[in-house]
């Protein structure tokens, strides 16, 4: 594989921490349809601190944690688990969880971002919100690479969608035009 097409490497804080995280070819994600792999994105973590448990493949990070990747992620706290080979393999965020993606909002008490299936398994109060149509159960599973969801009520329970008739779906700004980055979003109510 050549060097313009590897992922890009990640380092977090390499002075306190021994982790570096490169992404592989095997871990590359793949382009729709074609079966070709595509450079995998950094993954960029702020919050108000971190500790890093190097014995356990582990970093948390806690106080107003935003991620972004594909998404902007935003919780109380989160948790990136690396594989043996120091990939990041998944992530946890934990406390008023909010996701945004283009014009799609996600509200849980906890989701689990499996970076090699690129797949979010919210819980806890879930829902999705896009345009004007929600998505609510006991368990949503988002595929970011094919744009669906799974929703699934646990024990019986039931899920429930509400579908306007009309979008009147205002066009995702751009967040250099008016200043309202996904990022900017976090800050704002669950």
């Not at 070709?36 to 973590?45: F, L, N, S, Y």
């Not at 509400?162 to 979003?185: D, H, L, T």
Request: hydrophobic share 35%; with cysteine.
């Amino acid at each position: 594989m050549t060097t313009t097409r590897r992922a890009k490497t990640i380092l977090l804080i390499p002075a306190l921490l021994s982790l570096t995280v490169l992404a592989s070819p095997a871990f590359a994600a793949k382009e729709k349809g074609a079966g070709k792999e595509a450079p995998r994105k950094p993954v960029t973590v702020t919050s108000d601190t971190m500790e890093a448990l190097a014995n356990e493949n582990i970093v948390v990070f806690k106080g107003n944690v935003v991620a972004v990747e594909d998404f902007t992620l935003c919780s109380d706290e989160l948790e990136i688990r690396y594989s043996d080979n120091k990939d990041v393999k998944e992530i946890e965020a934990s406390g008023n969880v909010r996701i945004f993606q283009n014009d799609k909002a996600s509200t849980s008490d906890k989701a689990v971002y499996n970076r090699v299936d690129r797949t979010i398994v919210l819980t806890g109060r879930p829902q999705v919100k896009q345009c004007t149509d929600l998505i609510k159960g006991d368990k949503i599973t988002v595929f970011i690479d094919q744009d669906n969801a799974l929703v699934e009520g646990e024990k019986g329970g039931r899920v429930k969608a509400v579908i306007m008739p009309e979008k009147n779906c205002p066009e995702a700004p751009k967040a250099q035009e008016k200043g309202n980055s996904e990022e900017a979003r976090c800050k704002g109510p669950r």
